[in-house]
């Protein structure tokens, strides 16, 4: 990728229509539906992802109008809790999330859990 490229790329992800909304980052930053690809069998994030994806950017929207992004004594988290089964995208959800979060938020930290080291290690 040649430097033009990369910084066309950045600028790219980052204005407000990308940077601020998961859903529209994960559908620019994947090959969906290209052939050749592991995706090429798919148009996009499952239905329930999408909708977690959009809740983010809802989410997002809300704290903005009310500028609690920039009043840190007013500091909001987004949360969300999914329980289900094993091999619906719980995983491939949290990696697009934290990737378009560390794209989009430089300088960003994101940490990640689960029950035992072995489960992070091994399932997340």
């Known amino acids: 990728m040649s430097g033009n490229t990369e910084q066309a790329l950045i600028q ?14 994960v559908m620019y930053a994947f090959p969906w ?6 995706l ?5 994030p499952r239905t329930w992802q999408r909708k977690v994806l959009v809740a983010m950017r809802e989410f ?10 920039r009043a ?17 995208g719980k995983s491939a959800l949290i ?3 934290i990737y378009w979060f560390m794209s989009t938020r430089i300088g960003g930290t994101c940490i990640v ?3 035992t080291e072995t489960q992070l290690r091994t399932v997340t």
């Open 12 to 25: 790219r992800i980052l204005l407000p229509d990308i940077a601020d909304d998961p859903e529209a980052f």
């Open 33 to 38: 539906g290209k052939k050749g690809t592991p």
């Open 40 to 44: 090429e069998r798919h148009s996009g």
């Open 60 to 69: 997002i929207v809300e704290m903005q109008a009310h500028d609690y992004v």
């Open 72 to 88: 840190e004594e007013k500091l909001e988290v987004f949360r969300k809790a999914i329980a289900s089964g094993r091999g619906i």
């Open 95 to 97: 990696a697009w999330i």
């Open 113 to 115: 859990s689960a029950n």
